[in-house]
T-cell receptor
Framework: KNEVEQSPQNLTAQEGEFITINCSYS?????LHWLQQHPGGGIVSLFM???GKKKHGRLIATINIQEKHSSLHITASHPRDSAVYIC????????FGQGTRLTINP | EAGVAQSPRYKIIEKRQSVAFWCNPI?????LYWYQQILGQGPKLLIQ????????DSQLPKDRFSAERLKGVDSTLKIQPAKLEDSAVYLC?????????????FGPGTRLTVL
């Protein structure tokens, strides 16, 4: 079993839909990261959180330390949100999930 | 501030050839990471530097992979000789050091294809 599991692996939705991507982990952590990777490979950090909830624009990330679970939500999804979303846990050394490929159709 | 720079962006080689990748981290970032990301998977840490010293290279295939960060700034990752299974995106990242919850900043990656 992987230390970091994401679900779903692939998600296709229509523009405007509310999106939820889940991440479960089995190791002790000091922080959880949500990353976005567009075609071409570059990775952008979206959130780093160790408790509670963070919001940035249409993106919301939550974490439940007791349940070792985090969710990334996208409200009013748009085709430009299409990307791979990766959950990673740890401090300086990160363990990555396999990613969730999100496709938003117009 | 300028981001993490990597070159080349793309490289195609034949198996058994050698290849080198270059990374220049964000100025002032003491920690530098090299990751290998195989298609459809999350990144896997190959090596982590703190200044010019190696912190973790436990997943680096040392028979063919080498990395250095001689002056504690930019870094090179070399593969010699390359195998088909080395086809992947090689990501460099950097972070400040000494503080927990360090955020890592990623470069654009180098996509390697081994034929």
């Amino acid at each position: 079993k992987n230390e970091v599991e994401q679900s779903p692996q692939n998600l296709t939705a229509q523009e405007g839909e509310f999106i939820t991507i889940n991440c479960s982990y089995s190791v002790g952590i000091s922080a959880l990261h949500w990353l976005q990777q567009h075609p071409g490979g570059g990775i952008v950090s979206l959130f780093m959180l160790s408790s509670g909830k963070k919001k940035h624009g249409r993106l919301i990330a939550t974490i439940n330390i007791q349940e070792k679970h985090s969710s990334l939500h996208i409200t009013a999804s748009h085709p430009r949100d299409s990307a791979v979303y990766i959950c990673a846990v740890g401090a300086q050394k990160l363990v990555f999930g396999q990613g969730t490929r999100l496709t938003i159709n117009p | 501030e300028a981001g993490v720079a990597q070159s080349p962006r793309y490289k195609i080689i034949e198996k058994r050839q050698s290849v080198a990748f270059w990374c220049n981290p964000i100025s002032g970032h003491a920690t530098l990471y090299w990751y290998q990301q195989i298609l459809g998977q999350g990144p896997k840490l190959l090596i982590q530097f703190q200044n010019n010293g190696v912190v973790d290279d436990s997943q680096l295939p040392k028979d063919r992979f080498s990395a250095e960060r001689l002056k504690g700034v930019d870094s090179t990752l070399k593969i010699q000789p390359a195998k088909l299974e080395d086809s992947a995106v090689y990501l460099c990242a950097s972070s400040r050091t000494g503080v927990e919850h360090n955020e890592q900043f990623f470069g654009p990656g180098t996509r390697l294809t081994v034929l």
